[in-house]
């Protein structure tokens, strides 16, 4: 494509008082002899937008740079269809907002953001997008219990074709193994059906939803829209086509086994939440285990594993709502039954306080107590000795019938690592490189993006929902399904136009690979946190775009500086950090290059500028997709050019990350961590390139953090390569 | 907060109290309280209470009978409200104290002044349809003794003062116009309060 460029310099919001904006064009038409160069006093109104489309239609423009605001805003002004370029200059956020007005430093900060960008379009070029072979908009549930027929339900609803596999002969899940379950409507007072029933007819009498029962996954291969999922299955092996998959494979209860010190596998009478619901489905009521009178006295004991560094170091949420619906049961057949909960909180939350108060007042007794021992006291009953924590002192509950034990849920995603790898329990035995399930991050949930993508697991195109992704009620895993629908909607009809998902949704760029230049190094598909990259046997890696989430890591992994988009690659970077223009060591003005992650870190400097805070005058930043793209050539570029340091911005790493790519920030400071060395063959101090940790909430400490940042380097003097 | 027990026996938990004070007509809501101490920090009385609202509740929870009815919280609630439109839970605290008041009367559990004054109170209502003061006075010291009359004494002053002011008539006021409806009424509230209660 023949790039034609036009340049559009905003005075608006302040930009045309504090920068000298003709001195501005004249560097985009001088020294870059961009054809169309024009300033616009509001470059977002009418006239502004009207001037570019009459260049666009004359001029032949089909490359646009707009110098005034941050590409945070106002994008959907300066959208003008898929076959225009546009490239932003933030002059506003982050020069005239942060820089003090008619001055020589704000100048020359703003003709290097200009000299920067329009470097950057010189390798520029249209994304196309990815269309795949033989898309398929079907959607895979995986588990029929009530997340799984929900996500199905949902799915099919809105139109999509639905598969939906469960291992068990019948649908149901859990629903299939309890007596009543726990309000899913206001009032959230009363005690539900199961309705199994009518759930799997809803189901059955869904033309779109085909089900296979009894039948496990044997293998799942491909990407999104063409994964190729191979199921096991009474009748034989069947293979079907989908385009992405609802993991709702739901929880299983914590080995009550390892429970001894609460009496379990002591006393016939200590039971599970599970067998209580046996027990009751078999007798129609609550009674003693042993002899199978009606319990007239139960003791529930909450968290009994969870919440434990010893067990369950987390909650499992749904174990308070279960007893408090078992005790019910208890006052249901007699009101008069004393039935006492053993809490350390009671954690009903959302409309389960009403089902708590419910409880209450039916006269369940609550207790906050740390449970000590559970003994045989007489006649063969039981009593609980605890330590009461309201009246702060020891108590006892005595001639117990039945002593329930919350004992909290593990997924089933959870591995056991002792086992030989074969035993393990396998569920989607994904074909990727990166191995057969979804990466976990702790206890054996699969790893998601907490706060932001919740239902997006590190394999593109696969969601968990329910129980599976992390402890929950079933009012939350109806919500939960509901939501994991939706996003897998989303992925197949994103996939279908060749457009990223989260967090990059509607990119239309994905990695191209020089493959003449690979030297089969393996970091690309080591890296990726997203499985996108698979290999043949001689080690080439396999892209699968519409897995990739446009990160951009492996651009920043290959040594071979092989990987790029249309849109985003090492040369462009490189030169971005080559149009930098570096004063003079006499001249006593520094530079410091900042690579700030366009997720959290652009924002916060943008939210600095919005609060007008002052920041150095000595900085020159550039936004990447992650920081996991960042390629070591470009701290080479930036020291070989005289920069005197590099500051890298982004999010949080480790177990809490906030990285938007889950491992992206994490990988490059393993990458910072081997800069070292290339600075010492340069003779350079290797504190010259250092990396912060910013989320959006930041702001403010970003001025401190550069400054900072720059009174150390400035201890260093100056960068000696300046001027080679 | 450890010194609801002497003993270092642990607490028996007790049902048959728990239900018998929640199958009162405002008990019954206090099987709600989630001890979140918002009751207690509210009171302004609470330092001079025995337990505050909240202690007292668990007391119920766990039985402990004689703490409870003999405890001084619900003589020395002034019904001032502010805990019963604090509480989270909607649980019309100074009516529970009214009900714990009626019990411990009934059941024989109390020697406090406060509750002498409420009973003495009560009976010249009903007896007159209106309070005398030289009526509630002379049935409270009735049932306080002599010890109390000689209290009375040392406050002489005031009275005196009071009289002067025509503050403190001497002679009772005549019995209302229907008082026998007026009873009526009274004892039909009692029967329903005795209904709300199952
Ligand atoms: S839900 Fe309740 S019982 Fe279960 S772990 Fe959490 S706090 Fe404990
Ligand atoms: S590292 Fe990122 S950009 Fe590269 S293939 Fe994986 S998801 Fe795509
Ligand atoms: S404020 Fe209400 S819920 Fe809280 S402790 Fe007092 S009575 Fe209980
Ligand atoms: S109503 Fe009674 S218990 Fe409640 S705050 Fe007032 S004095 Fe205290």
Known sequence: MAKKVGVYICKGCGIGEALDVDALAKVASKEYKAPVVKTCDVLCAPEGIELIKQDLAGEGVNLVVIAGCSARVNYDHFDFGPEILVERVNLREQVVWTQPPDDEDTQMMAEDYMRMTLAKTKNLELPEPFIGENLSKAILVVGGGLAGMTAALEAANAGHQVILVEKESALGGWLNKVYKIAPLAAPFTELQDPDVEARVQAINDNPRIKVYTGATIASTAGAPGMFDVTINTAGGEVTERVGAIVLATGARPYDPEKLGHLGYGQFADVITQAQLEELVKAEGKVVRPSSKEEAVKVAFIQCAGSRDPEHLPYCSAACCVESIKQALYVKEQNPEAAVYVFYKDIRSSGQYEHFYKQAQMQGVVFVKADVESIEEGEGGKLAVNAQDLMMGAPTLLDEVDVVVLANGMVPSTLVDENLPPEEQTRILNLKYRQGPELPTLKYGFPDSHFICFPYETRRTGIYAAGSVRRPMDMLQAVEDATGAALKAIQCVEMTARGMAVHPRSGDLSFPEFMMSRCTQCKRCTEECPFGAINEDEKANPLPNPTRCRRCGTCMGACPERIISFKNYSVPMIGNMVKAIEVPEEDEEKPRVLIFACENDAIPALDMAGINRLNYSKWVRIIPVRCLGSLNLVWVNDAMSKGIDGVLLLGCKHGDDYQCHFMKGSELAGIRLSKVSETLDRLGLESERVQMEEVSIMDYDKIPGIIERFIEKIEEFGPNPMKGF | ?198
């Open chain 2, 1 to 198: 907060m450890a010194d609801n027990n002497v003993s270092s026996a642990p607490i028996k938990y007790d049902h048959n109290f728990a239900q018998e004070f929640f199958s009162t007509e405002n008990g019954r809501l206090a099987q709600k309280c989630m001890q979140c101490g918002m009751c207690a920090v509210s009171c302004a009385t609470k330092d001079l209470m025995d337990h505050s609202p909240r202690r007292l509740f668990n007391l119920v929870r766990a039985g402990k009978k004689d703490e409870v009815l003999g405890s001084n919280t619900m003589w020395m609630c002034t019904s001032c409200c502010t805990c019963k439109v604090r509480c989270p839970r909607g649980i019309p605290l100074v009516d529970v104290m009214h009900d714990l008041k009626n019990m411990a009367i009934a059941q024989n559990y109390v020697s406090y002044p406060q509750a002498a004054f409420y009973q003495a109170f009560w009976q010249e209502v009903l007896n007159r349809g209106r309070a005398f003061e030289g009526g509630v006075m002379a049935r409270y010291y009735l049932k306080r003794g002599w010890g109390e009359i000689k209290k009375a004494f040392e406050m002489k002053d005031l009275g005196m003062s009071m009289l002067k002011h025509g503050r403190l008539p001497m002679v009772p006021p005549r019995k209302i116009k229907g008082l026998k409806e007026l009873q009526q009424i009274i004892e039909k509230a009692q029967a329903l309060q005795r209904k709300e209660a199952k």
